[in-house]
């Protein structure tokens, strides 16, 4: 695998600025590309709040190396020289299909270009591009500097090549790849989350409980355990000594009965006000100019933790 | 509301004990009543395995007050003289009714007794007590001493009082009760993990992605965000400025969307095997010795984590 040294970001939001913080801190040269006048300033703020954050997780400088940091709205410019391309573009397939045809004329074809889309397929994204078996998706949650997943999915032309580099590359930064084996809509965990999503959605809708209380109840309850293993570990251990196989033969049908039972509601307009009005009375007893430190905060010491647990 | 001493436990399985060894950590005197012989043994060594974890938590003495703790096979003995029983039987309403025709006669008409059933509701259970306004269902999740979640579900005859003294009750002990406003299968939290297990079964049924790789992209994802706040919240503040409701204004369709393309799995013999089988390939990478206690260990740190966040 060729030695990455110099990646280019293409788009300099929340996304695409959180990447360049991640890259920077390990020591690599960043090359961000963004057609708006404020980009340079919004990413190098972003860039700088995400490093006493990053300094907890992993050794870096005491400050964030600017040098290493081009900033340009040209996407050609910023893909001159680069070794990996992240697209941070918005997520509409025009927009992606315009980058591209700015970025692969400044590319070696071999390049890597690996899209931050949560909803677009890498077979779509590179269905006019030049060399269409560089193109992957490589998804990150937010925020993708303190959040190890990056899911993988190839299109139908990616090359093997290019997974396996993005996979090393990523694994390199301690994120936690992930190879999604088909393309769907939402990959692997925004389906996990609208699935999750779909019932507190319904828990409301139905007046079972409040949006507070469904929050809280995640928040103290599941979500603890979700932090730490996925449901189907957390299922085998609740197997006992027969594991997940004495799991599914016991209680296999009570999920089947609590699945039958789910309910299938819609975001309508009555149902988005109960939600808005029920979020409102749960922000009155947390303070919201904190929640996105805190999280950050939190995620920072989740991550320590982890690692001490072994988990 | 009066002053709550000391606390029946009826059934000292997993779920009991871990309750004995919270009530017991507190300071409350515990009667524990379970027909099998090793019940006694087991249970003090599961409170005695429990302790160290209490008292990373709170301020308690060096070891379990263990005269404090009566155990015995008789409901009735157990019940003498108690202000609450948290009743841990097997989740067949048959067994429970003959526990309650013990129980009863031994307590004042207006002593809680509260069920750890997951799967039974309050009104079924009630439905041939003598005083069936004082029984509702207080579930927590496994394990009770560590997940501060407590669901509490009235059901049709339960009175105010009952489900005053159990919130204040949960509350006193730095649990996390949230009440539920209708009997339904699975409560809250279990309707919203067979929810999430749902779709983490499709996508292994479906060849989407390992049962391994689900695993980790729920713990190295979106877990650590749940384990924080709910999804509700999260999405507020996936809005930006504009809040929840330019979430659901914006990406609202989006989640319409995945939501009509989840998958709808059965548990039928080939997909348990395929689950067992990839479970079995995730076990390879992990010490299935250690995961319960590396779980436990983590869960305490956890709950430190989440208070010095605020969260």
Known sequence: MTQIRTIAILGGG????????????????????????????????????????????????????????????????????????????????????????????????????????????????????????????????????????????????????????????????????ILVKKERRGHLANRLTSALYREAVNIVAEGIASVEDVDRAIANGPGLRWALMGPHLIYHLGGGAGGYRAYLDHLGPTQEARWADLGAPRLDAATVETLVQGLEEELKNLDPTRLTQARDDALVALAKLKKQAGL
Chains 1, 2 share one sequence.
């Open 14 to 177: 929340l996304i695409g600025a959180s990447w360049a913080a991640l890259f920077l801190s390990r020591g690599l040269a960043v090359r961000l590309a963004d057609p708006s006048e404020n980009a340079a300033n919004d990413a190098r703020q972003r860039i700088q709040a995400a490093w006493p954050h990053l300094a907890q997780l992993s050794d870096i400088p005491d400050a964030p190396p600017w040098d290493a940091l081009f900033i340009t709205q040209d996407i050609a410019e910023a893909c001159a020289g680069t070794d990996f391309v992240q697209e941070c573009g918005p997520d509409r397939l025009a927009v992606k299909h315009a980058m591209l045809a700015k970025a692969e004329p400044a590319l070696a074809p071999t390049t890597p270009i690996a899209s931050s889309t949560s909803s677009l397929m890498a077979s779509e994204i590179a269905q006019d591009a030049q060399y269409p078996q560089r193109i992957l998706v490589a998804h990150p949650m937010n925020p993708p500097h303190l959040v190890p997943l990056v899911e993988l999915v190839p299109g139908s032309a990616t090359d093997q090549q290019t997974l396996d580099t993005a996979f090393d590359f990523y694994q390199s930064l301690d994120r936690v790849p």
